[in-house]
T-cell receptor
Framework: GDSVTQMEGPVTLSEEAFLTINCTYT??????LFWYVQYPGEGLQLLLK?????DKGSNKGFEATYRKETTSFHLEKGSVQVSDSAVYFC???????????????FGQGTILTVHP | DVKVTQSSRYLVKRTGEKVFLECVQD?????MFWYRQDPGLGLRLIYF???????EKGDIPEGYSVSREKKERFSLILESASTNQTSMYLC?????????????FGSGTRLTVV
């Protein structure tokens, strides 16, 4: 079945450091890929997405490129801020038919803490 | 602004109580989901529904039931709450026709069973 593997955290960085959170996936077919962010005490919010190979999703300075050859969707940001401290989830959506169509498979989440 | 609204942010219930968690969405989405989130365990799917009165078990349905009488509302029911059901509960919805849309999540309900 489909699966998503994220780098284990927690990740601790200083402000203005470069961020990479690795995400690899296993899926049949051609899934859409997502990054969600969860700020403390909140639900998950969609951060960015990509729907086909070589697409780059971007939002709030974060980027991720859909790499079919390496089955990866790594999240990057050039200069993190304290306000980026959150839990980040990588996910893929099931493109097959039936009642599972569009259902998301999530990674375990990566906790990011950014210090001033 | 489209929304998924969970009725309570925080709940404290006693062991053995019947607990209802309510979720309402205003996006006319067919799919609705209930997850629980625990430290170190990520998101675990409890139940989902792809239509009114339809439901399917997720990965951890034991001890829970659901109700979907109207398209916009999806209720999670803890028949007899236990302390191991203390958790963050997240509701989400998505359209059925487009797998690229992802989910819209509610803000979550933090349930404590004492």
């Amino acid at each position: 079945g489909d699966s998503v593997t994220q780098m284990e955290g927690p990740v601790t960085l200083s402000e203005e450091a470069f961020l990479t959170i690795n995400c690899t996936y296993t899926a049949t077919g051609y899934p859409s890929l997502f990054w969600y962010v969860q700020y403390p005490g909140e639900g998950l919010q969609l951060l960015l997405k990509a729907t086909k190979a070589d697409d780059k999703g971007s939002n709030k300075g974060f980027e991720a490129t859909y790499r079919k050859e390496t089955t990866s969707f790594h999240l990057e940001k050039g200069s993190v801020q304290v306000s980026d401290s959150a839990v980040y989830f990588c996910a893929l959506s099931d493109p097959s038919g039936g009642t599972s169509y569009g259902k998301l498979t999530f990674g375990q989440g990566t906790i990011l803490t950014v210090h001033p | 602004d489209v929304k998924v609204t969970q009725s309570s942010r925080y709940l404290v219930k006693r062991t053995g109580e019947k607990v209802f968690l309510e979720c309402v969405q205003d996006m006319d989405h067919e799919n609705m989901f209930w997850y629980r989130q625990d430290p170190g365990l990520g998101l675990r799917l409890i139940y989902f529904s792809y239509d009114v009165k339809m439901k399917e078990k997720g990965d951890i349905p034991e001890g829970y039931s659901v109700s979907r009488e109207k398209k916009e509302r999806f209720s999670l029911i803890l028949e007899s709450a236990s302390t191991n059901q203390t958790s963050m509960y997240l509701c989400a919805s998505s359209p059925i026709g487009d797998s690229s849309m992802g989910y819209t999540f509610g803000s979550g309900t933090r349930l404590t069973v004492v």
